[in-house]
């Protein structure tokens, strides 16, 4: 397994994820990086107009929470700390890279996920790349096998793996038995994705800015407490970066340089810009006009990598510092002990709280995502695979609750590599078809 997932996430697959970034950031004329004060105008900027749903689909906002409820899980978390401890602090500066280009990405699938879209059979909308495969690249060949690959993710990456993190977390936290954890978690999820897309997305758009806000708050009080160290920990993010390790690799393709490899990599895995979840979960706006919702997708790159992830990198930058190398546990040990450090006991708390609420969202967004891929290929096949479907999902949360997940999180990276290739493919062969937005009549 760990052969396979060398091969899937070697430079070969990080150079195609850049490669595909920069060709839409070079279609839309900069956009995501010159256009700023646009699109945050019209995503951020516009909360207090958010609207209610319409034809038949949900409101931008509640679109762009269940993207994001994908999105910031635990990789906003552990995985950030998991970047710094191999690939050092220069990591940080190549996940930066890798967000501002995965912004361009982000805005291409989530246009063509909007283009190639068609009404689904029990109201809403169908969409994702396999439909842009299908109709766009007219090949429904790949666009199956898409939907294979994003069905068995969401029973690793989007179910078992958060439920495994839910339990250890709120196991360490408050010593709940694993079982107890696991039930609840099904019971709960079970009640809200029996209500469909519509009761999804009114959660996650409850729950998205809760845990985001507590979780930026928590992160804010410890840089508060160490303000001191903000200006060494960029200097080390910027110095280690562009140290003759990491520009040799970053002009070999990424073989050298950790901090390159690890850094682009945790952007790429925090983000999903590239992996075709842009297109499925924005794809259920009831209006839309042209260029709208991929403004709200490069929103939430930016939210997630440049501002969540940057969040957690300085605040174990900030408290480790130099002692970074020495550190001897994991990502979640790493992350756990530099809140406890800011704050104490609430920090410890706080990150268990976080990596809860989180990780729940993602577990009801991603089923969304895999049931999509499940109708798909029910329609392709003749089948109705949405109950099965169902109650496999809910299996994979009690039973990720229970253990140890080191297998099923390789086979996850491994899933999520392989729903990115067809992806990019698609992506770059339809990218003449993406032009940047315009500006608003009024400006």
């Known amino acids: 397994m760990e052969l396979i997932h060398e091969i899937v996430w070697g430079p070969a697959m990080l150079f195609l994820f850049l490669f595909t970034g920069a060709l839409y950031m070079v279609r839309l004329r900069g956009f995501p990086l010159l256009g700023f004060f646009q699109w945050w105008r019209a995503t951020a900027g516009s909360l207090r107009k958010a609207g209610e749903n319409r034809n038949g689909g949900i409101s931008q906002f509640q679109s762009a929470c269940t993207a994001l409820a994908a999105t910031i899980g635990t990789g906003n978390i552990t995985g950030v700390a998991t970047a710094l401890l191999a690939g050092g602090p220069g990591a940080v500066f190549w996940m930066w890279v890798s967000a501002f280009l995965g912004m361009a990405t982000a805005y291409g699938e989530t246009e063509l996920g909007i283009r190639y879209r068609r009404p689904a059979k029990n109201g809403g909308w169908a969409s994702g790349p396999m439909l842009y495969l299908e109709q766009g690249m007219k090949c429904p060949a790949l666009g199956i096998l898409y939907a294979f690959f994003c069905m068995a993710a969401s029973f690793g990456m989007g179910s078992m793996v958060q439920a495994n993190a839910i339990s250890e977390s709120l196991g360490f936290a408050f010593d709940l038995p694993a079982g107890f954890i696991g039930l609840v978690l099904a019971v709960l999820s079970g009640r809200i994705l029996f209500g469909g897309i519509g009761k999804i997305a009114g959660v996650a758009a409850r729950l998205v800015p809760v845990s985001a806000l507590l979780y930026m708050a928590a992160a804010l009080g410890v ?179 229970l253990g140890p997940m080191e297998q099923v999180w390789g086979l996850s990276d491994i899933f999520n590599g392989l729903m990115a290739v067809p992806n990019l493919i698609a992506l770059i062969v339809l990218s003449g078809t993406i032009c940047r937005p315009k500006p608003p009549a009024h400006s």
């Open 223 to 401: 840089l508060f407490v160490y303000r001191e160290n903000l200006v060494s920990s960029f200097v080390l993010i910027l110095t280690d970066a562009f140290s003759f390790h990491s520009a040799a690799g970053g002009a070999l393709g990424y073989g050298i340089s950790r901090a390159v490899r690890y850094g682009i990599a945790r952007g790429v895995f925090s983000n999903e810009a590239g992996l075709g979840s842009m297109a499925i979960l924005n794809g259920g706006v009831g209006e839309a006009a042209p260029g709208s919702q991929g403004q709200w997708a490069i929103f939430e790159v930016f939210f997630d990598t440049i501002i969540s992830c940057t969040l957690t990198a300085l605040v174990i930058l900030c408290v480790m510092g130099e002692e970074l190398g020495r550190f001897w546990g994991n990502g979640a040990d790493l992350t756990g002990f530099c809140f406890a450090e800011g704050l104490g006991n609430p920090g410890g708390y706080a990150v268990s709280v976080c990596v809860t609420l989180f990780a729940f969202a993602t577990i009801i967004a991603w089923y969304y995502m895999g049931k999509q891929s499940a109708d798909y290929l029910g329609e392709a096949f003749g089948i109705d695979l949405s109950y099965p479907y169902l109650c496999f999902y809910l299996a994979a949360v009690f039973v990720g609750s």
